[in-house]
């Protein structure tokens, strides 16, 4: 059968998402409406600064109420190729750039109210850039041994969903050995 959409209207339109509520008849014949954020996409990055060393970021966040461990991540400009997105974002926000890109795979943060994905990549071999911060962007970058970034998860020091899934899926592919390029 299939979902049927049989109305969409805007409710907000923000500076990069929009709010829209949907009026859909469900798989199992139910009626409801359903308001979720539209995303643009985005891509977050696991720098390794060392074979045994990650930057992470302590942002900023005025909605989670605080600062959080992060690793770099922005939203994809219209058109934007999500690997050229990451490119961008690892320079503006840490200062470095990357001669060498793995792509992890992709994550849905939150499924029940956006359609974002998130594309995850690995970047190694840094070299200094001049970083570049947005006006609204508060933040530190830290060098830290990934084992130790690692037991900042176990710890729930590191609580970001991008943050999480980026490491894990980093380690697992670094056990494997060298990735397929991006």
Request: charged share 25%.
């Amino acid at each position: 059968m299939g979902i049927v959409v049989h109305s969409t209207s805007l409710l907000h339109q923000g500076r990069v998402f929009r709010m829209v509520r949907e009026r859909v008849t469900l798989d199992n014949g139910a009626d409801t409406v359903l308001d979720y954020i539209v995303h643009p996409g985005a891509a977050a990055i696991v720098p390794l600064a060392a074979a045994d060393e990650v930057l992470l970021l302590r942002q900023y966040r005025h909605a989670a109420g605080g600062a959080l461990w992060e690793i770099p991540a922005g939203t994809l400009d219209a058109g934007e190729e999500a690997l050229a997105c990451a490119a961008r974002e690892l320079a503006e926000e840490t200062g470095f750039t990357a001669a060498a890109w793995r792509r992890l795979g992709r994550i849905t943060p939150v499924p029940s109210y956006s359609d974002e994905r998130i594309e995850l990549f690995l970047a190694s071999d840094l070299r200094p850039a001049r970083q570049k911060l947005d006006a609204d962007e508060v933040l530190e970058v830290h060098r830290l041994p990934f084992a130790e970034a690692l037991a900042m998860i176990d710890r729930g020091e590191i609580v970001d969903a991008k943050t999480i899934c980026g490491l894990l899926l980093a380690e697992r592919h670094l056990r494997r050995g060298p990735l397929p390029p991006a």
